[in-house]
């Protein structure tokens, strides 16, 4: 069974429409991620598939079920979303953090249970996170506050995670650091992972399913290497490249065409040059 499907999804803002009669399938057990140009609805998507936007028309299945009509708490046990550049309360500690994650099996009267505290502490465990559970949230680096970040989602133990650009701000050290935690928790825990990137040739690299955007709707979904393409590229990006394969992991890797310092372009100039100058 697929974890979301999304059916005639139409989504907006007032009267403008972002999203148009969009189908899309999210596999289970497997990492998604959303590309498209900017403004194209990616994060739109992505939050109306947490319910935090009531959709203009169609339906979200979670599950089986039809997300509007499941209790929030439900919904909340089941699908965790991380917003893009979220922000703690100053001097929340990275402790108080995760906790929230298990605002979800909150009850009346209910205590903070030993079930809680194993979550938080997994949590904490699969982020690197247990030596830092006292530092202020806002003290922390980049990379470090994106993982603790995580770890709240974690906490939730839900089968299905959502985020948002979780790699914006981030150097390129910070920004792999992020996609391997996600990658070995969905190697690991076979975690359904959705999420919102804008560099291509990293979602090629981590990505088991690429869903592309474009004009309100669905352009091309399927596995990086079938639907990659330097066409997909220029219809989606408005962009020319060359699609080749990354050397090491053998995932399409596009080459943007561009003006830059080209060295290939200035040797065959060169080269030119002096044969022309040999001639004369």
Known sequence: MDTLTARELTLGYGEEIIIDE????????EITVLIGGNGCGKSTLLRSMARLLKPMDGDIILHGEEIAKMPTKEVARKLAILPQSPVSPEGLTVADLVKQGRHPYKRL????SQEDELAVNDALQATNMLQLKDRAVDSLSGGQRQRAWIAMTLAQKTDTILLDEPTTYLDMTHQIEILDLLFELNERDGRTIVMVLHDLNLACRYAHHIVAIKDKKVYAQGRPEE????NMV????????????DPMFGTPMCI????????????????????QASLQ
């Not at 969009?22 to 057990?29: A, F």
């Not at 009267?109 to 903070?112: C, E, L, S, T, Y």
């Not at 639907?227 to 330097?230: A, D």
């Not at 080209?262 to 060169?270: D, M, P, Q, S, Y």
Request: aromatic residues 8%; glycine residues 6%.
């Open 22 to 29: 969009l189908d899309i399938t999210i596999p289970k057990g």
């Open 109 to 112: 009267f209910k205590q903070w």
């Open 227 to 230: 639907i990659i393409s330097c």
């Open 234 to 245: 220029h219809d989606v990006f408005q962009m020319k490249c060359d699609v080749t394969y």
């Open 256 to 275: 943007p065409h561009g003006r830059g310092r080209c060295l290939i372009k200035r040797a065959v100039a060169e080269s030119q040059a002096q044969a």
